[in-house]
Nanobody, 126 residues
Framework: VQLVESGGGLVQAGGSLRLSCAASGRTFSRYNMGWFRQAPGKEREFVAA????????KYAESVKGRFTISRDNVENTVYLQMSSLKPEDTAVYYC????????????????????WGQGTQVTVSS
């Protein structure tokens, strides 16, 4: 599956951004999807994930209550709505797909995801 992120940019602290990840190449609706991020000098970390059906989600504690993941299985797109952004949210954000279909458990480890996008930069100024 091919994944292409968009929607990143520069925003002031307290602002909002919506990231999109367009998928192609396989049946998108079968796969759990996740968002990860990597700040300069840091390891890539889990942000949020959503089950293939869209009924279940998971979030990192650092973004819970501020970020919302959603998906549109008709448009083959997963979204990350980010609000109340903080400078520490500055990172390259990556979309990822779990390569196994109809997985019940939402995973949050990088090694559980088989397909990755190129990333989109989010910069939050103070």
């Amino acid at each position: 599956v091919q994944l292409v992120e968009s929607g990143g940019g520069l925003v002031q602290a307290g602002g909002s951004l919506r990231l999109s990840c367009a998928a192609s190449g396989r049946t998108f609706s079968r796969y759990n999807m996740g968002w990860f991020r990597q700040a300069p000098g840091k390891e890539r970390e889990f942000v949020a994930a959503i089950k293939w059906s869209g009924v279940s989600t998971k979030y990192a504690e650092s973004v819970k209550g501020r970020f919302t993941i959603s998906r549109d299985n008709v448009e083959n797109t997963v979204y990350l709505q980010m609000s109340s952004l903080k400078p520490e949210d500055t990172a390259v954000y990556y979309c990822a797909a779990d390569g196994a279909a109809y997985i019940v458990e939402i995973k949050f480890e990088m090694e559980d995801y088989d397909y990755w996008g190129q990333g989109t930069q989010v910069t939050v100024s103070s």
